[in-house]
């Protein structure tokens, strides 16, 4: 079974930096998996960040960029601000129609 | 400004059949692909599967065998069938929109949905 995995939680200072990241329980991800990131703040909805691995969706600040890192897909936000505080999740196409998404990360700005 | 909104039973007994419809305003469904997600505090955010337009389908595997999708275009609506249910079915579910390349672009806020007796 394919686990798409993230780090539970992250401590940054404000105006800080952070990485996220998401990689395969087996494998190594590529652009070819099509990374994209969600942030989701409690009671609401995800919103998309970056799609296609680097592509930032309309509207999202520039403090936020998508990379490959080695063997994982990466998130990094640069400058973090108080309400940069949510839960990030990624997800990888797998081919086939199907999705998975990642554990999630737990970011914290203190 | 592209918006969904779920809607559909909050309770359902469990053994029985989880019905959810997303309704689809400022845009036309016509030319996507839309997707149901689920999440709980259990399992995190589950892709659950996505319907074309015209009315094809794919399913998660692990739902495979219990889920049905269907696309009402003249209503600008797409819905998720779930049968035999149990408490492990309990989840705020999302619908989606596909976006150009793999990724979900539009989100409704969630519908939750309880599985108990």
């Known amino acids: 079974q394919t686990v798409v995995t993230q780090e539970p939680s992250f401590s940054v200072s404000p105006g800080g930096t952070v990485t996220l990241t998401c990689g395969l329980n087996s494998g190594s991800v590529s652009t070819s998996y099509y990374p994209s990131w969600y942030q989701q703040t409690p009671g609401q909805a995800p919103r998309t960040l970056i799609y296609n691995t680097n592509t930032r969706s309309s509207g999202v600040p520039d403090r936020f960029s998508g990379s490959i890192l080695g063997n994982k897909a990466a998130l990094t936000i640069t400058g973090a601000q108080a309400d940069d505080e949510s839960d990030y999740y990624c997800v990888l196409y797998m081919g086939s129609g199907i999705y998975v998404f990642g554990t999630g990360t737990e970011v914290t700005v203190l | 400004q592209v918006q969904l909104q779920e809607s559909g039973p909050g309770l359902v007994k469990p053994s029985e059949t989880l019905s959810l419809t997303c309704t689809v305003s400022?845009?036309?469904?016509?030319?996507?692909?839309w997707s149901w997600m689920r999440q709980s505090p259990e399992k995190g955010l589950e892709w659950i599967g996505y319907?074309?337009?015209?009315?094809?389908?794919t399913y998660s595997p692990s739902l495979k065998s219990r889920v049905t999708m269907s696309v009402d275009t003249s209503r600008n609506q797409f819905s998720l069938r779930l049968n035999s249910v149990t408490a492990a079915d309990t989840a705020v579910y999302f619908c989606?929109?596909?976006?150009?390349?793999?990724?979900?672009?539009?989100w409704g806020q969630g519908a939750l949905v309880t599985v108990s007796s």
């Open positions: 319907i074309y337009y015209t009315g094809s389908t």
């Open positions: 400022g845009g036309s469904i016509s030319g996507y692909y």
């Open positions: 989606a929109r596909y976006g150009s390349v793999f990724y979900f672009d539009y």
